[in-house]
DNA sequence: TCCTCGCTAAAACGATCGCTCTATCCAGTG
DNA sequence: CACTGGATAGAGCGATCGTTTTAGCGAGGA
């Protein structure tokens, strides 16, 4: 809450350094992002950063990655919200996927998987946030894929198999700097989906 | 060669710094990995990888992730070439790197994915020796389900789909220290290319 | 024997890393 | 007004980064 007991159209210093930091660590992995640009790029400085943050860079990270993990379970909601059929519904998700890369120019993809990958070895809050981040997101699938008419084994098996073809398309979406690997991945989706069968809706 | 004229067995100085390189670029991905730490790791000193490799960092870094890629390769092409019904062949690659996996500890994953995202805004070569890569291993896929009688446009769709099941999953497993994500990928994938349907076998 | 040259060895450079520290600012309270 | 405590500002710490540089090693040719 801002001055004037009215939610501020400038976010607080500790959001902005939150949004940014997600922003560099998807475009740049958790090593290759430095604290100090994290001040540059939220126009905070060192000792606001530590201020709200004084478990460091590592903190900063656990932050931004929830962050990003809900703008993209955001955006995972809408689409699948936007079709009946499950089908339908997951391959909407590649499509939201490959426009909001294409329009970023290649560079904003999955928010966690950069970070997750960098800290593998390590037993860090880095590498719980990203699991829980990848766990949330399966069940937002299995959960249409259920209401689909799928059973809860198979929901729960396709929704893995749909977030995983989804993660490993938008890599090599950026890698090619082209949509259609996510476009080919969202018709092949519907169609494993459909391929369950679906009941006709009542 | 090495000494009295015989193939030494221990690799060259060489060999060993694309060997040394390309795990631990794997595991921290590219900034994450330092020259040092190559050095100290493959038994070389910094003037032997710089007199290797003039290019610096990043010219080790392309020949390590070439090298990744082609035991990556070499992986996906024995489990292929095991089975004859495409879908088991595409089944065999999710077990076989789920093994691999498992038996490192779920750290050594796809050898160009960490590499990829990190170096994804710049134009250096890392960045094309990773979508070779990935090309190259398409191909590999896109080669077994045409022989198993899919359409050229199908064989590349699903080839592309595949790969990012594969390359998501592996992610998946890594994070979630299980061998489920793949397994299930790998099932549902065999599924994808089953519903294709399989020529007779003459 | 001497010289060459591919290769190894390590000291040292400037830059940047994450982080600590002290100083300052400013709205709220008595 | 003085005082307090959350928030901001930035200089500076030791460590490490990628790289350069210089010196030394040892086998092969003249």
Avoid: N
Avoid at 36 to 62: C, D, M, N, R
Avoid at 183 to 198: D, F
């Amino acid at each position: 809450m801002g001055r004037y007991g009215v939610p501020m159209q400038t976010s607080s210093t500790r959001d902005r350094i939150v949004v940014a930091a997600s922003r560099l660590l998807q475009r740049q992995g958790y090593v290759g992002t430095g604290i100090k640009q994290i001040a540059q790029e939220s126009q905070a400085t060192l000792g606001s950063i530590y201020h709200f943050f004084p478990g460091g860079k590592e903190a900063v990270a656990v932050a931004a990655i929830e962050h990003g993990a809900e703008e993209f379970a955001a955006l995972l909601r809408t689409a699948l919200e936007g079709h009946d059929d499950p089908a339908e519904a997951v391959a909407a998700c590649s499509r939201r996927l490959a426009e909001e890369l294409g329009a970023s120019g290649w560079t904003d993809g999955c928010p966690v998987t950069a970070a997750a990958l960098e800290t593998l070895g390590t037993d860090s809050q880095i590498q719980r946030a990203c699991a829980a981040a990848l766990r949330g997101w399966e069940e937002l699938v299995a959960d249409k894929l259920l209401r689909g008419g799928l059973s809860a084994r198979d929901a729960r098996e396709v929704a893995v198999t749909v977030m995983a073809a989804l993660e490993g398309a938008e890599v090599t979406a950026q890698v090619s700097r082209s949509a259609e690997p996510l476009h080919a991945t969202g018709r092949q989706l519907a169609r494993l989906v459909r391929s369950y069968g679906i009941p006709p809706r009542g």
